[in-house]
């Protein structure tokens, strides 16, 4: 275990069904991340939250909500998906800034049928 | 514009023989540097970091990585490759706030 913990490991959902992803760390950090990796394509950053805030969108579709509501805890709200949204979804969290690097949990795989 | 360039998607080695894979940046200031590994259906887990102390950086399970400035580079070694090695393994910059990730090197281990 790294620290962060994500759950489901694997959700399989329909495209009008509603979810959440969940994301945990009790590492003391203040930044959290969303990742989308879709096989043969870079790592896609979703969302940031430093300090609870959020400081980045990325042009991320609506259909997908992000929400923070402490420093330990990031969720990932789920409707309406496209088929093309099934991949990995990663959390990741750090202190504040790049410098020590992220820890990653060990992702959410979700497939939208 | 800062960038990452992973030069080969797949590096296939016989167990016991020397690993590289090859990583160059493009930074317009002193960057970071990660080599991450991700394992099969798992998250990514950090091997080794530069952050502007020694030139070359010993990570675990015997992975090393030499920053070299003028040609711009961040190679991940390591001197006998293990079957626990295969993986895929993704080199990445970061300035401020922002992380760039490369495309990623699949790397495959023959017994």
């Known amino acids: 275990e790294t620290g962060v913990t994500q759950t489901p490991r694997h959700l399989v959902m329909g495209m009008t069904n509603k979810k959440s992803l969940k994301c945990e760390q009790h590492?003391?950090?203040?930044?959290m991340y969303w990742y989308k990796q879709s096989a043969k394509k870079p790592l896609e950053l979703m969302f940031v939250?430093?300090?609870?805030?959020?400081?980045e969108n990325n042009s991320v579709p609506s259909r997908f909500s992000p929400e923070c509501p402490n420093s330990s805890h990031l969720f990932l709200h789920l409707h309406t998906l496209q088929p093309e949204d099934s991949a990995l979804y990663l959390c990741?969290?750090?202190?504040?800034?790049?410098?020590?690097?992220?820890?990653f949990g060990s992702g959410t795989r979700l497939t939208v049928v | 514009a800062q960038s990452v360039t992973q030069l080969d998607s797949h590096v296939s080695v016989s167990e016991g023989t020397p690993v590289l894979l090859r990583c160059n940046y493009s930074?317009?200031?002193?960057?970071?540097l990660f080599w991450y590994v991700q394992h099969p259906n798992k998250g990514l887990q950090l091997l080794l970091k530069?952050?502007?102390?020694?030139?070359l950086v010993k990570g675990i399970n015997g992975f090393e990585a030499e920053f070299k400035k003028s040609e711009t580079s961040f190679h991940l070694t390591k001197p006998s490759a293990h079957m626990s090695d295969a993986a895929e393994y993704f080199c990445?910059?970061?300035?401020?706030?922002?992380?760039?990730f490369g495309t990623g090197t699949s790397l495959t281990v023959i017994p």
């Open positions: 990741a969290s750090s202190p504040v800034g790049t410098y020590y690097g992220y820890t």
């Open positions: 590492l003391g950090h203040n930044a």
């Open positions: 939250y430093s300090l609870e805030e959020r400081v």
């Open positions: 930074s317009s200031y002193s960057p970071s």
């Open positions: 530069y952050t502007s102390a020694a030139t």
């Open positions: 990445v910059v970061s300035e401020g706030n922002q992380f760039y």
